[in-house]
């Protein structure tokens, strides 16, 4: 098993970044991890800009993600920001329909290099996020998993990562959004 390491996506790891999601033309069509971002992806929108609002936002800071290593490559990531710059989700209408009040954080979307899949790189980038979210002052945490158990889901349409992957971190759920999905929460303490 790799020994891994987790660092943040920054302008000093973005080549990192780069080269993962070009391994994987552009990740699920060139969304390039914007879909969540405020500019979303498709209505018209390229792979190549979706790359580039992607580095203007990771080199202004305005753009989270924890990267797994191995070695020096990395192999995935846990994107996470603050509402204001994770404003887009899934099932919103649902989600706002129960909404109290917005969290400090969101937990949006993993991705792993196809080569290490099944190896706990989703676990150890959660663990990473989190990591990260406290050293940024910590708060309440915010995801939308789903919930696998008891049915067969292709492992590339869990973007958002499990409901089973949150528990084991400490996530709690909240409240149902569609058929399986949940809104899960967890207060992180700031370091």
């Given amino acids: 098993m790799p020994e891994f390491v987790v660092k943040p996506l920054d302008a000093?790891?973005?080549?990192?970044?780069?080269?993962?999601?070009?391994?994987?033309?552009?990740?699920?069509?060139?969304?390039?991890?914007?879909?969540?971002?405020?500019?979303?992806?498709?209505?018209?929108?390229?792979?190549?800009?979706?790359?580039?609002?992607?580095?203007?936002?990771?080199r202004e800071g305005r753009a989270h993600a924890a990267l797994v290593y191995d070695g020096e490559a990395a192999v995935g990531w846990c994107q996470f920001g603050p509402t204001d710059e994770l404003p887009r989700i899934k099932h919103k209408r649902a989600y706002q329909a129960g909404l109290g009040e917005l969290p400090d954080w969101?937990?949006?979307?993993?991705?792993?290099?196809?080569?290490?899949?099944?190896?706990?790189?989703?676990?150890?980038?959660?663990?990473?996020?989190?990591?990260?979210?406290?050293?940024?002052?910590?708060?309440?945490?915010?995801?939308?998993?789903?919930?696998?158990?008891?049915?067969?889901?292709?492992?590339?349409f869990l973007y958002n990562g499990t409901v089973a992957l949150f528990e084991r971190h400490g996530f709690q759920r909240t409240r149902q959004l569609g058929k399986n999905h949940w809104v899960v929460t967890r207060l992180v303490a700031g370091t």
């Fill in 106 to 156: 969101r937990i949006t979307c993993f991705f792993v290099d196809r080569g290490y899949r099944g190896q706990g790189v989703s676990s150890v980038a959660l663990a990473g996020a989190l990591e990260e979210i406290a050293r940024l002052g910590g708060g309440t945490v915010e995801s939308y998993p789903e919930d696998t158990e008891g049915r067969s889901v292709s492992k590339s």
């Fill in 12 to 58: 000093n790891t973005w080549s990192d970044f780069a080269r993962l999601v070009e391994k994987h033309n552009g990740v699920w069509g060139g969304c390039w991890c914007m879909a969540f971002h405020e500019e979303g992806v498709g209505r018209g929108r390229t792979a190549a800009q979706n790359r580039i609002d992607k580095e203007c936002r990771v």
